[in-house]
């Protein structure tokens, strides 16, 4: 089956620092890859849709300059928290999505953030 | 905009109770609708998928139905064990391909032995 992974599975940052995690898909072409947040008992919450090779587009409220979201290649998105906060810490998870089977979103193990 | 409601937010029973779930939307406009398992600090395990023009699937000892019309889904869980205790989450999908998921807070499940 699809699979996609995270890496790092966790990250604990000083506050004003950069932290880049990656979302690959191990044996499939990923035409899209989704970016959510969830905080302690909360919902996932939608940050961002990437398409390979173009820009990606952010949810109302979601600062495009703070997280970065880079989808370079069919197999790999980055997001980068830049400039981290406390308020930033949170349980990261990507998703992607196939051509063959764009139906089906294959989620990530998910990486968590703590920023002191 | 779509908001996805799932109620009890949390559910203790014991082991060899059939148990439901409840979620609601707002906008019956969906392509599809879809129940996952989240245990603790991990990520999403995909259960069950129903397609907007279905009214039910099953996968085991798990029933999932939609009525699209009243926005509505349950997930029904026969005969819970306590590998059954996980937070479930319901998600509706906005559209065709290329759409995230909205998904709602979950519901906290407890099987005791």
């Known amino acids: 089956g699809a699979v996609v992974s995270q890496h790092p599975s966790w990250v604990i940052c000083k506050s004003g620092t950069s932290v880049k995690i990656e979302c690959r898909s191990l044996d499939f072409q990923a035409t899209t890859m989704f970016w959510y947040r969830q905080f302690p008992k909360q919902s996932l919450m939608l940050m961002a849709t990437s398409n390979e090779g173009s820009k990606a587009t952010y949810e109302q409220g979601v600062e495009k300059d703070k997280f970065l979201i880079n989808h370079a290649s069919l197999t790999l998105s980055t997001l980068t928290v830049t400039s981290a906060h406390p308020e930033d810490s949170s349980f990261y998870i990507c998703?992607?999505?196939?051509?063959?089977?764009?139906?089906?979103?294959?989620f990530g193990p998910g990486t968590r953030l703590t920023v002191l | 905009k779509q908001e996805v409601t799932q109620i009890p937010a949390a559910l203790s029973v014991p082991e060899g109770e059939n148990l439901v779930l409840n979620c609601s939307f707002t906008d019956s406009a969906i392509y599809n609708l879809q129940w996952f398992r989240q245990d603790p600090g991990k990520g999403l395990t995909s259960l069950l998928l129903i397609q907007s023009s279905q009214r039910e699937q099953t996968s085991g000892r798990l029933n999932a139905s939609l009525d699209k019309s009243s926005g509505r889904s349950t997930l029904y869980i026969a005969a819970s064990q306590p590998g059954d205790s996980a937070t479930y989450l319901c998600a509706v999908k906005r559209g065709q391909a290329g759409t995230a998921l909205i998904f709602g807070k979950g519901t906290t499940l407890s099987v005791s032995s």
């Open positions: 998703s992607a999505t196939s051509s063959r089977a764009q139906d089906t979103q294959y």
